[in-house]
């Protein structure tokens, strides 16, 4: 005896379809909810929180909108990082939240040289003759 039949039927395409498609949704609902859940915790466990007293004296003077100033003070400690050698491209990219070509013109803009030297190059032409 086959026990689905009382809470599923056979469609034409030979699989069965539940008569109640909402445990369906429901299912895909807190399975969306645990993963949210999850990819959250991550952040909080492997993401540091660095907080940056700034004076009020100062945040005033700054000559920018109140909702880009965060944005733009990261912006900031990105390039700053970069260009003292303590982040590296890539790590300064990230936490700019910018992509590569976007923080590379920012960068050009800004005067600030690209820190690559000849040891990279001769890697990188070591690896573009190896593919």
């Given amino acids: 005896m086959d026990l689905r039949r009382n809470t599923a039927k056979r469609v034409s395409s030979g699989r069965w379809r539940s ?3 909402l445990r369906r949704r429901r299912r895909r609902k807190i ?3 645990f993963i949210n859940e999850v990819v959250q915790w991550a952040k909080e466990r492997y993401s540091m929180t660095l907080n940056i ?3 009020d004296s100062v945040a005033r003077a700054l000559r920018l909108p109140e909702k880009e100033q965060r944005r733009q003070i990261i912006t900031e400690l990105a390039i700053a990082l970069y260009a003292q050698g303590i982040l590296s491209f890539g790590k300064a990219c990230e936490l700019a939240d910018m992509r590569k070509i976007e923080f590379s013109l920012t960068l050009n803009q800004r005067g600030v040289p690209r820190q690559y030297n000849e040891q990279d190059l001769q890697d990188d032409l070591a690896y573009a003759n190896s593919q």
Wanted: hydrophobic fraction near 35%.
């Fill in 53 to 55: 007293e700034i004076p």
């Fill in 19 to 21: 008569k109640y498609p």
């Fill in 31 to 33: 399975n969306a909810l």
